[in-house]
């Protein structure tokens, strides 16, 4: 690792992922996450906030060589022979678990691995798989604060060079969905994703993470927490000091938001 890795603080990131397609696709969203290696090109560990790994208590992998999940049914068979080996490091699970102090995170050393909202991603990013990647699962059971707090729990990772990625999708409705992928958004669907985007400009926490299903569109674009919950990690561990960036916006399906953000804190 190169002395600016050591010195600034790795950023954050939030991955509207949209179908897992996309991990094979070369379109703008996928050329876009290509640009986002630049910011950091090589973070001591990524510390992945997925919408596919949903459990009851709150876990981290712990694993050496996590495996590659095909979490989906009825995609190509080019999707499922799909492999993302990077290493894992059970050494930055445990500094997690010694992180967050505001619940107990437990180490994972069988049931999960990576899933298709990492891969997915992470193989436009990091094509390379060189390094180490770990998942936290989302503890489905608790409400929407205690996800924006475990993310202000990761904050200080980041000057420990672990670059914290949320994937999920900001507006998630699948009972919508347009099989056409360039489909006219609905309107609610638009509407919400320009709330969101405002009320992360403003940094407006209790609006996210409370008032999202006070109105049609939230209820809409939010029909399930799991696409939706991830932004709150990367909301939490992300402070004043960061410069908040929309490096893709755009609506896919007509239901599916793919707007991905970056919060970044400049050098010196
Ligand atoms: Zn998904």
Redesign the pocket.
């Known amino acids: 690792m190169g002395d600016r890795g050591l010195k600034s603080r790795a950023p954050v990131i939030f991955v509207g ?4 397609m996309n991990a094979l696709a070369d379109n703008d969203f996928t050329r876009s996450l290509r640009e986002l290696r630049a910011l950091y090109p090589q973070p001591r560990a990524i510390l992945v906030i ?3 790994w949903m459990t009851e208590g709150t876990w981290v992998t712990h694993m050496a060589s996590p495996k590659t999940i095909h979490d989906f049914y009825g995609f190509p068979a080019a999707l499922f022979d799909v492999r993302y080996p990077a290493p894992g490091s059970p050494a930055v699970a445990d500094l997690v678990r010694e992180t967050v102090k505001s619940s107990r995170i437990q180490p994972d050393d069988e049931m999960w691995g990576l899933d ?2 990492t891969w997915s991603v992470l193989r436009h990013i990091f094509p390379a798989a060189d390094v180490p990647v770990l998942q936290l699962s989302l503890n489905i059971a608790q409400p929407a604060s205690y996800h924006l707090e475990l993310g202000r729990q990761l904050r200080g990772l980041r000057d420990q060079g672990v670059l914290i990625l949320a ?3 900001i507006v ?1 409705n699948l009972r919508k969905i347009r099989w056409e992928q360039d489909a006219a958004p609905f309107d609610w669907a638009l509407e919400f994703d320009a709330w969101a985007r405002d009320k992360l400009l403003a940094r407006d926490e209790t609006a996210l993470s409370k008032e999202y299903l006070a109105f049609e569109s939230g209820r809409l674009s939010v029909p399930t927490p ?2 939706y919950l991830p932004l709150l990690y990367a909301l939490g561990a992300s402070d004043s000091r960061d410069v908040l960036r929309f490096t893709f916006e755009g609506i896919q399906n007509a239901s599916i938001s793919m707007r991905t953000l970056v919060f970044n804190t400049p050098a010196g």
Do not use: I
Not at 17 to 20: D, F, Q
């Open positions: 992922h949209g179908s897992p997925s919408a596919h298709h909202g994937s999920g999708n998630h799991d696409h």
